[in-house]
């Protein structure tokens, strides 16, 4: 991964999670000083310090603050499931909010908040959605990252950037790790959704932007897409998969609306148990959109940031990463 400016004393949230871990280890062998923020329960930082709090303790997140006076901020954490919306604003708009007003206390030189394309919803046919298009989520998790988005832009004498990833995958990821599993066990399905476009950008690449972005005086109060900038389809994607499959793996094209019946099926165990399940009909809306494909032009323009790893490589990493740590 390429070297990045961001020095002195650093605070992360999200850092046992797949982005942030990554972001965690990044910022540390750049000689950083990283604090983790965890929340209650969560086993201690692998590397690095970490903090146990409760984002909902106003109190305790400004005498955190106060404390570390960090010189940058990246607000990795966040919820990508729930049963209600109110979980999703608890889980993505609370702390964002709560984290802006105290950070605007020390003023850090920069606080980046990861959020997500979902905050913008699908594209319009083959069309690249850029960053001067308006926010029109369409479920529950992309509202929630629009809302945290103005959380933070409504807290005055804060330096923030907003990053806004596509799909990204890569060593560690459990969402995409399914289509490896799948090929594995000799089966590359599709539901309905073999033509259906998207964007992605490879896990390194993507924390490498987020970096770039901290330091970079254009992107300062500025939100922008990150992408590898090769719009792809999940046929492609998936075939490439396929390829990195050391066995024969049969294609299986199935009616979409076995994904209304799971996500139906997803939310009725959530009733019963009342565990949110990653399927349910939030995510049948998205997976049901044409086109989630972004233009990672601002971010080349304003900060530098090209991706490095193209979707071949990518994959293959992926998939040695998962046989050698015996996932596959």
């Known amino acids: 991964m390429s070297e990045t400016n961001v020095e002195g004393k650093v605070l992360i949230t999200g850092a046992s999670g797949f982005i942030g871990s990554r972001l965690r280890d990044a910022l540390l062998d750049g000689g950083a000083d990283v604090l983790a923020v965890r929340r209650p329960g ?13 984002y909902d303790d106003e109190a305790a997140v ?37 984290l802006a007003r ?10 980046v908040l990861v959020s997500s394309l979902a905050a913008y919803g699908p594209a319009k046919g083959a069309a690249l959605l850029e960053e ?60 309905g959704n073999e033509a259906r476009r998207f964007s992605a950008i490879y896990v390194d690449d993507c924390v490498r932007a987020i970096l770039m972005s901290a330091t970079s005086e254009e992107s300062l109060g500025r939100g922008y ?5 090769l719009p792809t389809t999940w046929g492609e994607f998936q075939q490439r998969v396929v390829r990195h499959t050391p066995r024969r793996v049969r294609t299986l094209r199935l009616p979409e609306a076995l994904v209304t019946l799971a996500a139906h099926g997803g939310e009725l165990l959530t009733r019963l148990d009342g565990k949110p399940r990653l399927l349910n ?48």
């Open 102 to 111: 105290a950070a605007a206390r020390v003023a850090p030189k920069r606080f």
């Open 62 to 98: 400004e005498a955190m603050m106060d404390e570390e006076r960090p010189d940058y901020v990246f607000h990795v954490a966040g919820v990508t499931k729930g049963v209600t919306y109110e979980d999703f604003r608890r889980g993505n708009v609370m702390p964002t909010r709560n």
């Open 42 to 54: 969560s086993p201690p930082a692998e590397r690095g310090r970490s903090v146990e709090l409760s």
């Open 281 to 328: 009909r939030q995510k049948a809306i998205m997976s049901a959109q044409e086109s989630w494909t972004c233009s990672g032009a601002a971010a080349r323009r304003d900060f530098g940031f090209e991706a490095e790893v193209d979707q071949e490589q990518g994959v293959e990493r992926s998939a040695a990463w998962y046989r050698e740590h015996g996932w596959l």
């Open 225 to 229: 897409f990150l992408t590898d900038d």
């Open 132 to 191: 001067s298009h308006p926010r029109r989520p369409i479920e529950h998790y992309g509202r929630s990252k629009l809302e945290a988005e103005e959380a933070l832009e409504s807290v005055e004498g804060l330096r923030t950037t907003i990053v806004r990833p596509s799909g990204v995958y890569g060593p560690g990821d459990v969402d995409y790790f399914q289509l490896f599993l799948s090929a594995q066990r000799g089966f590359n399905v599709y539901f």
